[in-house]
């Protein structure tokens, strides 16, 4: 009896431990979708906090002409058109602080458009 009730234990245990690997599993595979918005001369949100490891879904829309990210340290580039939507998918390889810039001209203030990526551990 006690061996068939610590058989019955040691199978719940396991069993907990499998389903719970998988959904983190799961969780870490599923990307987190940021969305930014571009319009003449800024990004918004303007700066956004990511996990290393964790997947990223970056949803690019633009407003009004035709705007872009590039964060080159972490090999990200998006392009959107006028009106329209982008994205790109990919995993923050390395924890620190980054900016990308618009790499598509829109005007006189292009070069103040900057969007800050926080990535940590």
Known sequence: MYRKH???VLWVTVSFATGLSSQ????RSVPQRIEVT??????????????KGQPVML??????VAHG???RELNVEVKAAKG?????QFTPDK?????GHCYVFCGSGHGSMVFKVHVVE
Do not use: N, Y
């Open 6 to 8: 610590m058989q019955l």
């Open 59 to 64: 949803v690019l829309r633009s407003a009004d």
């Open 24 to 27: 983190m599993a799961l969780a």
């Open 84 to 88: 329209s939507t982008a994205e790109v």
């Open 69 to 71: 990210i590039r964060i």
């Open 95 to 99: 924890a620190g602080d980054f900016v």
């Open 38 to 51: 571009a319009k003449r001369f800024a990004f918004e949100p303007g700066e956004v906090t990511l996990k």
